[in-house]
T-cell receptor, first 106, second 117 residues
């Protein structure tokens, strides 16, 4: 079965603290993984995709096929990072996790 | 450039009524997708158009849902008759090219919040 699991509904940290949003996937093929983000009163937007192997807004995510994980990390959280984050598996369609709300307190 | 637009932003209807949601993709995007998020659940794929043709409608929940994309431009999603469990947020997304290409990034609209009473 194709599935994405985000175990944390809510993650709260203070500004400057490291952040790790967890994501595990289930897929028998070669996965393509994304992180989408939705800031308050904005639309869903692509944050990063694993194939690009780039850092966006200080966030990185490494695909670990052995652990079937694609955790999103940032060493120093900022208040403007507060948003809803979705881990997404791409097959011939996008399969979303349930999302993790990140709250960064000042 | 305008992004993906959806109309209406909110709709409140009674069980048994009909509702039609509209999505205008980014100009030039051949691929159009519908998704929905029901309360407490994940965002789920409904269907995918390539121009005016349905490429994949495997996510459509039942035959009360009808999606069209006449002329390959905007798309409508009709729910008839609406049931309580249809309440949720319906998202539309579009991409320039199909899956697996370098320009397949999906751009999302703001969503339509549907409430069925």
């Amino acid at each position: 079965a194709q599935r994405v699991t985000q175990p944390e509904k809510l993650l709260s940290v203070f500004k400057g603290a490291p952040v790790e949003l967890k994501c595990n996937y289930s897929y028998s093929g070669s996965p393509e993984l994304f992180w989408y983000v939705q800031y308050s009163r904005q639309r869903l937007q692509l944050l990063l995709r694993h194939i690009s192997r780039e850092s966006i807004k200080g966030f990185t995510a490494d695909l670990n096929k052995g652990e079937t994980s694609f955790h999103l990390k940032k060493p120093f959280a900022q208040e403007e990072d507060s948003a809803m984050y979705y881990c997404v598996l791409g097959t011939d369609k996008l399969i979303f996790g349930t999302g993790t709300r990140l709250q960064v307190f000042p | 450039e305008a992004g993906v637009t959806q109309f209406p932003s909110h709709s409140v209807i009674e069980k048994g009524q009909t509702v039609t949601l509209r999505c205008d993709p980014i100009s030039g995007h051949d691929n159009l997708y519908w998704y929905r998020r029901v309360m407490g659940k994940e965002i789920k794929f409904l269907l995918h158009f390539v121009k005016e043709s349905k490429q994949d409608e495997s996510g459509m929940p039942n035959n009360r849902f009808l999606a069209e994309r006449t002329g390959g431009t905007y798309s409508t999603l009709k729910v008839q008759p609406a049931e309580l469990e249809d309440s949720g947020v319906y998202f539309c997304a579009s991409s320039q090219d199909g899956w697996g290409t370098s320009t397949d990034t999906q751009y999302f609209g703001p969503g339509t919040r549907l409430t069925v009473l």
